[in-house]
T-cell receptor, first 109, second 115 residues
Framework: KNEVEQSPQNLTAQEGEFITINCSYS?????LHWLQQHPGGGIVSLFM???GKKKHGRLIATINIQEKHSSLHITASHPRDSAVYIC???????????FGKGTHLIIQP | ETGVTQTPRHLVMGMTNKKSLKCEQH?????MYWYKQSAKKPLELMFV???????ENNSVPSRFSPECPNSSHLFLHLHTLQPEDSALYLC??????????????FGSGTQLSVL
């Protein structure tokens, strides 16, 4: 079974700062997901990637398959980015994703 | 708006009650999921349905009973729950067959409290 570790668990930063959240996993995967969960519970899928890098607006996700590591970057952070960011990995089959515990991000004005 | 709607948003029930959670997706997806999120724990997969057929039951106690009458609707029937079942229950859907390399679309969740 894959083990997913996220760091840091909690992060508080000032508006405008560059944010990095890390995710490491123990077993090779076919896909890694980055999810965003706002207060109130709803989860939004930000990225799904299996290699390289993806960018969407101020968000960038990278993955290094050899090192079993992924990072989520937020440029020019804003208070509305405050949320829990969750990393999840899967082997490609239908046996379900393995989720990290999440990184609780607070961006202060 | 993700296209996945869950009701109710909040539910308080006693241990002897029977209640149901409902999920509806308007995305034309083939796979639907129930996840459980307990405080300070990672999301846990409970059930996966692929084309209305259950393909995964992640060792969930029988007091949780899923039902998928069609590809757009998913229910979770609850009976004789325990206080430790209090959690956020999230429904999700994906376009394909329930594989882990499919993008997930989540509902807003039902916050369940068992007294």
């Amino acid at each position: 079974k894959n083990e997913v570790e996220q760091s840091p668990q909690n992060l508080t930063a000032q508006e405008g700062e560059f944010i990095t959240i890390n995710c490491s996993y123990s077993v090779g995967i076919s896909a890694l997901h980055w999810l965003q969960q706002h207060p109130g519970g709803g989860i939004v899928s930000l990225f799904m990637l299996s290699s390289g890098k993806k960018k969407h607006g101020r968000l960038i996700a990278t993955i290094n398959i050899q090192e079993k590591h992924s990072s989520l970057h937020i440029t020019a952070s804003h208070p509305r980015d405050s949320a829990v960011y969750i990393c999840a990995v899967g082997g490609g089959g239908a046996d379900g994703l393995t989720f990290g515990k999440g990184t609780h991000l607070i961006i202060q004005p | 708006e993700t296209g996945v709607t869950q009701t109710p948003r909040h539910l308080v029930m006693g241990m002897t009650n029977k209640k149901s959670l409902k999920c509806e997706q308007h995305l034309g997806h083939n796979a639907m999921y129930w996840y459980k999120q307990s405080a300070k724990k990672p999301l846990e997969l409970m059930f996966v349905y692929n084309f209305k057929e259950q393909t995964e039951n992640n060792s969930v106690p029988s007091r949780f009973s899923p039902e998928c009458p069609n590809s757009s609707h998913l229910f979770l029937h609850l009976h004789t729950l325990q206080p430790e079942d209090s959690a956020l229950y999230l429904c999700a859907s994906s376009q394909g067959h329930g594989a882990t390399n499919e993008k997930l679309f989540f509902g807003s969740g039902t916050q369940l409290s068992v007294l």
